[in-house]
Every structure is written in structure tokens, then in C-alpha cells.
């Protein structure tokens, strides 16, 4: 396996070099400290035969043994999260204490997986002469991007493996470690070679050369709606499934009868988790008039109180974000919002010191056509406003093109009914603000994507329903 600095591909079961290599950077201090191989064209296409080949013995094996080597590397991988999850934040960014739980939730997915294998791939009566007999699709290629890579794999790689599907992960070549442990506990648990494949590189020819081929049946992306359109005009030569999970912009609806004491350390603490660079983390904060200058006040004040700082400081509650392309995006929306009229309540530029540190910044006043209002922040900026009427709060939480997740902080059911049928998003919480988790659908409405991570339609991503007819005949 790879040592602590040098990331390898895994094909058809043995870890090697690719053809060239990629840095890997720490993003609390900008220093370069390790590579990752890149794959070739050739390494691709052996990692498509070795799936290829490995496909019919996978589909074939009993569910219920599939389930068991899933649950066994979630044992594995249990075994290795301390080291593990100092290294994800070592390249990511994220504090250690995030990076456990991250881990814990990909040990979590991995152990669901196992254990409702079986039952997901089970025939299902339909009446009393037919059957919908779920059957894997065949190979599956993965993209995962670097915000959250150990639980954003578990979620595409548990489903597929679960359904009896072989895979080819791209991981995150800004942070690789964590494929790197998940695919090598599922090496140790027993996963035959060529079932789980393991690939870096330069990310748009990797996409290219897989979608190309007529092997990979299904693509399941988290990642930018930009990047996700251009996979699913690939992915519509060889008529791929799609499963595309893209970006978001979730609003806060604060009601009148809000109690403040609970959702502004609720906000403060889902959105700055990771650096706000989740894609459900929430963007715009809309507040009945009554109550927001008690709001901002409140908001601001938890916003300055965040520690800042090294991430393997375990004092630290917010570290940096995970590479200078997220710093340029924080300086181009407070700009242009700042250019049209926005005042900084808190934060607002990089802090003076090496790293990619950009504290949690609060917008208001922020003009309707502001970029920041419209395009995925994807960082610890929030923007907060008022509204007057509960219809001109829906009508801004949809005022984008996203329809990811949407949260509210009301007591009132009348009120919580309207803005459950009212706001357009994969996900809606009332005075809650978390959401994904192993057991249940996670997928995004409008530009935030199409399909299903999480549950049992997680796993029917990677399965064809065939209807039997006829039984009693
Ligand atoms: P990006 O859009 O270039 O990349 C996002 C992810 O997609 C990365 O992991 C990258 O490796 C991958 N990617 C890019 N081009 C690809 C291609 N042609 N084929 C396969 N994979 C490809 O941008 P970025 O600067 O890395 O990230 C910033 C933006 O990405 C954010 O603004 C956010 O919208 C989005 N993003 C979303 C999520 C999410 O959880 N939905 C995660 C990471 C990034």
C-alpha cells in the first residue's frame, strides 16, 4: 500500500504508480508534501478490463456476501480513523474533530450497506403474478470531489458494491488519502480484484476516457452543476445512467417566532463546518422583519466568536479552506456584492498569514442581481435579509437555480406546512439544521442534480428493476 506521502492507483488489485504525478498541498500552510500518481490512458483502460472481468463472478456472488465484505472494511476502516482522519485534515483542511466525524459517517454508510445488502437486492412481489427482480448494471465509475472524500466515497462506493456492481473511483486528487484507506480496507475485507478499482489524475481526461467506453454503465458525480453537465453530455453517448449530485444554495427561512437562542448556533455551526464548503451548508439567511436586527446582532456575534486556525490545533473550530481557487471565489462575490451596495458585517477578506484562511463573513444590504446570491458560494459567507410576508420569503428561497436543501426555524405548523410545500429542495428541515445520513435519499431538485444517494434508492441507483410477468401462469 501507499506510504503516508505517496498516493497510488489500485488496479486490478495492486497498488502502483501511474504515469506521472500530481502534488498535494497543505492547505493550513500552502507547503507541498506529497504526490499522487496519475493515471494513463493505458492504466485506465487496464482498470477497465480488470472491472470488466471481475463483473459477472461480483454480480453473481450471494448479496448477503457481498453485504459481509462491506461490513467487514467498515470494521477495518473503524480501526484506522484516528491516524486517517489526521491525514484528510492535513490536505483538506478541516479540523480533526470534523474529519472523525467525517470518517465515522463513511463507517456508518459502509456498515448500512452490509447490512441491508441482501434485502435491497432481494425480488420483490408485485401482485400475485409478478416480481420486480432488482439486478446490478454493471460497472460503475465514480467521481468524488475533495470537500468531503471519505464519506462522499462510502456513499457511492457501499450502493455499487452492495448491488453487486464493480467500480472505478476517481478520487480527489487535492485530497487522496481518504480513497486510498476506504479502498484499501475493502482490499483487506476480502473485495476481489478488479471489483473496486482506484484511479487519480488529470480529472476531465480521466472522465473522457471512462465515459468513452461501452464497459461503464453507470456515472454517479458530486461536484460542480457545471462540471455535472458536461459528465452527462459525455455520459449520453453510451446512454450511462446519471446519478448527479451538484451544487447548492440553501436558504434559512427565520419566522417571526424563531427562537433565536437555538437556530443561530445551530446556523453558525452547519455552516461553518468544513469552511462552509458543503454543498447543503446553508448561503442565505431571510428574516421576518421583527426580528432581524435581534438576528444579525445575535449572528454576527457567533460569527466573530469562531477560533480560527491551524486544523490540527485542537482548540480550532473553523480551519482553513482547501486551496486557493475557493479564496480567489470568496474575493470576486465580496467585491462584486460590496461594488453593488452590500455592507461586511464580519469578515470579508483573506486573513494576513500563509494559508488558505478566510474568516466567516456576513453580507447584508446585498443588491438582488449580487453574484453571491446567485452563484454557489461554497465558503463561509452568509448573507442575511429581511422579509415582510411569508409568500416574499418563498419567493426568494427559490430565487435560485439551485434546489438543494432548505432550512426554517419556526414554531407554527401552519407555517412549517407552507414553507415544506412551498420551497423547492431536495431536503427541507424545520429547526434543524443537518440532513444526510446513511439510511435515507439525499438528491437535489432544479441545477443541484438528478438521482439518489443514501438508502434504498442509494443502492437502486446501481440496480435495473426487471419486471417478471406471468408467474402464475
Ligand atoms: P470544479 O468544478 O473544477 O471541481 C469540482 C470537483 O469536480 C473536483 O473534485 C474535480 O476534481 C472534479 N472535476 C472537475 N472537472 C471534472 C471532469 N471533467 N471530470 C470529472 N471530475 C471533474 O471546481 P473546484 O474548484 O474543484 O470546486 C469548486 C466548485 O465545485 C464549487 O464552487 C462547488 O460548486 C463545486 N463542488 C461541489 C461539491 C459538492 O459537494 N456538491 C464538492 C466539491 C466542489
Same mark, same amino acid.
Given at each position: 500500500m501507499s506510504n503516508a506521502t505517496t498516493y497510488q492507483l489500485l488496479i486490478n488489485g495492486s497498488w502502483r504508480g501511474g504515469s506521472g504525478t500530481l502534488t498535494v498541498t497543505n492547505? /493550513?500552510?500552502?507547503a507541498v508534501f506529497g504526490s499522487v500518481a496519475a493515471a494513463s490512458a493505458s492504466d485506465l483502460d487496464e482498470a477497465l478490463a480488470s472491472a470488466e472481468r471481475s463483473r459477472r463472478a461480483w454480480s453473481s456472488r450471494p448479496a448477503k456476501e457481498r453485504g459481509e465484505i462491506l461490513v467487514a472494511a467498515s470494521r477495518i476502516l473503524a480501526t484506522k480513523v484516528g491516524d486517517a482522519a489526521k491525514e484528510l485534515s492535513r490536505e483538506q483542511g478541516k479540523t480533526i474533530a470534523e474529519a472523525t466525524g467525517e470518517y465515522a459517517r463513511a463507517v456508518e454508510t459502509l456498515e448500512w450497506y452490509g447490512t441491508h445488502a441482501e434485502e435491497l437486492s432481494a425480488p420483490v412481489p408485485h401482485g400475485p403474478n409478478r416480481m420486480i427482480v432488482p439486478e446490478p448494471l454493471g460497472v460503475v465509475a465514480a467521481f468524488t470531489p475533495w470537500n468531503y472524500p471519505a464519506v462522499l466515497i462510502a456513499r457511492k462506493l457501499a450502493p455499487a458494491l452492495a448491488a453487486g456492481c464493480p467500480v472505478i473511483l476517481k478520487g480527489a486528487e487535492e485530497t487522496p488519502s481518504a480513497a486510498v484507506h476506504i479502498v484499501e480496507a475493502l482490499r483487506q475485507a476480502?473485495?476481489?480484484?478488479?471489483?473496486v478499482n482506484l484511479v487519480f489524475g488529470v480529472p476531465a481526461q480521466i472522465s473522457e476516457h471512462l465515459l468513452n467506453s461501452?464497459?461503464?454503465?453507470v456515472l454517479t458525480f458530486t461536484g460542480s452543476t457545471a462540471v455535472g453537465k458536461h459528465l452527462a453530455k459525455l455520459a449520453a453517448n453510451n446512454l450511462q445512467r446519471c446519478v448527479l449530485e451538484l451544487g447548492g444554495h440553501s436558504p434559512v427561512v427565520v419566522c417571526e417566532d424563531a427562537d433565536l437562542a437555538k437556530a443561530v448556533p445551530a446556523i453558525s455551526e452547519y455552516k461553518f463546518e468544513c469552511a462552509g464548503q458543503s454543498?447543503? /451548508?446553508?448561503?442565505r439567511i431571510l428574516v421576518a422583519r421583527t426580528r432581524y436586527e435581534e438576528f444579525l446582532s445575535r449572528m454576527t456575534e457567533a460569527a466573530r466568536k469562531i477560533k480560527i486556525g491551524?486544523?490540527?490545533?485542537?482548540?480550532?473550530?473553523m480551519g482553513p479552506m482547501a486551496n486557493a481557487r475557493r479564496i480567489e471565489a470568496m474575493q470576486g462575490l465580496v467585491k462584486d456584492a460590496v461594488d453593488r451596495g452590500a455592507s461586511i458585517e464580519t469578515g470579508g477578506t483573506r486573513l494576513?498569514?500563509?494559508?488558505?484562511y478566510w474568516p466567516p463573513t456576513i453580507l447584508t444590504g446585498? /443588491?438582488?442581481? /449580487?453574484k453571491v446570491l446567485h452563484d454557489?458560494?461554497?465558503?463561509?459567507i452568509l448573507t442575511v435579509a429581511p422579509f415582510d410576508t411569508l409568500e416574499e420569503a418563498i419567493e426568494e428561497a427559490n430565487a435560485t437555480e439551485y434546489g438543494l436543501a432548505a432550512y426554517f426555524f419556526t414554531g407554527a405548523d401552519d407555517t412549517k406546512r407552507a414553507l415544506i410545500g412551498g420551497v423547492s429542495a431536495g431536503a427541507v428541515s424545520v429547526n434543524y439544521l443537518k440532513g444526510v445520513s446513511a439510511d435515507a435519499p439525499y438528491g437535489g431538485v432544479k441545477q443541484s442534480g438528478y438521482g439518489y444517494e443514501g438508502g434504498e434508492q442509494g443502492m437502486r441507483s446501481f440496480q435495473s428493476l426487471k419486471l417478471v410477468n406471468g408467474l402464475g401462469s
Open positions: 492547505p /493550513a500552510t500552502e476480502g473485495i476481489p480484484d478488479g471489483v461501452p464497459i461503464v454503465k454543498c447543503n /451548508a446553508p448561503s491551524p486544523p490540527d490545533d485542537p482548540t480550532t473550530e494576513d498569514q500563509p494559508g488558505f446585498v /443588491a438582488k442581481d /449580487a454557489e458560494p461554497f465558503g463561509p
